[in-house]
């Protein structure tokens, strides 16, 4: 037997944690469902408060102004990965979902590789760097072409560095004191995320997997359907996405980030959170990323995550590309997104989902 247990009833506060496009878009599917959200976040002023009934402007670190918020909620989420774990756990409060657990692995990219290789997962090469010596040793052990990242605080291909050859090496200037991690360079045919929702009861849904198109490190593209050589890979990688959302014990909307290999899926990284890859699932889906993450929080029925048109494109819109609007809204196949953000380069300002009704164009 399922273990259904209560659900926090619509009317209920949801706070989130963040206040980017992510959480924005979550306050719209929220409401829709009748709850009110509380955004908690440092910057002031926030696009995630602008859908959402109220917002606390302070840092993660103010446990008074944390407790106070946690007072408001009947459940918390987060809509960013990187929120200090210890306030969190030191100011207790309303239950947190997902789980503090897969914020921690999450926020430590060797915790991550180490936690989904105990699964039996296959991430790249890896190694901890701390200082010249474990890098030398890295550099000899998986060799060249290879990533230098930081542990902690990366996003959209910040705090990488590109080691192309064993002279790179040499003349690399590495942050001193930053815990780091080197990772060999992986020969992907393709890029792909697993998203999948858990619901209080432990079922699990999936989401068609998007392949996904990076540049300079920024996804910029995610479409669906994936190619039949990278959807051959989709079963074991939601297989091993699976097994991460059930050691992690983790309600809410989960990412898995794969490379599709010649061996296989390997493992990149993870995101305790709905992603940038499954915004297509607002137009594209018979219910989105978003509504289901408030689904599972609350412990409502899942949603239907089948795909409803033959394909799905999704581009985000970088910087500049944003002004493009007007344009965008000419074609009736486009959906536009804005985040209400300040155009400023390399930012990610918004999205345009393309439903291609024809399976055949
Ligand atoms: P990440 O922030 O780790 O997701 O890296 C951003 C992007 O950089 C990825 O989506 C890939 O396109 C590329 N990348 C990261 N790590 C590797 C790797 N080990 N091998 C090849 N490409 C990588």
Known sequence: MRDRRVAIAPGATIGMLGGGQLGRMMGVAAAQLGYRCHVFAPDDPCVAAETCARFTAAPFEDEDALAAFMGTCDVVTYEFENVP??????????????????????????????????????????????????????IEQIGTPGIVKTRRDGYDGKGQWRIMSPRDAEDANLPA????????????????????????DGEIRYWDSAENEHSSGVLARSTVPARPDIAAQVPAARELSAKVAEALGYIGVLTLEFFATAQGPVF?????????????????????????????????????????????????????????????LADPANHLHLYGKDVREGRKMGHVTRLIMDAAA
């Open 85 to 138: 774990v210890g306030p969190l756990a030191a100011v207790g409060g309303a239950p947190l979902r997902a789980p503090v657990r897969a914020l921690e692995i999450a926020q430590d990219r060797l915790a991550e590789k180490r936690f989904v290789a105990d699964l039996g997962g296959t991430p790249a090469p890896f190694m901890a760097v701390d200082d010249e010596a474990d890098f030398t040793r890295a």
């Open 268 to 328: 990149n990284e993870m995101a305790p959170r709905v992603h940038n890859s499954g915004h297509w699932t607002i137009e594209g889906a018979r219910t989105s990323q978003f509504e289901n993450h408030i689904r599972a929080i609350c412990g409502l029925p899942l949603g239907d995550t089948a795909t409803i048109v033959p394909g799905v494109v999704m581009d985000n819109l970088i910087g500049e590309q944003a002004n493009g609007w007007a344009e965008v």
């Open 177 to 200: 004191g930053t815990p780091l991690i080197y990772e060999g360079f992986v020969d992907f045919l393709a890029e792909f995320s697993v998203i999948l929702v858990r619901g209080m």
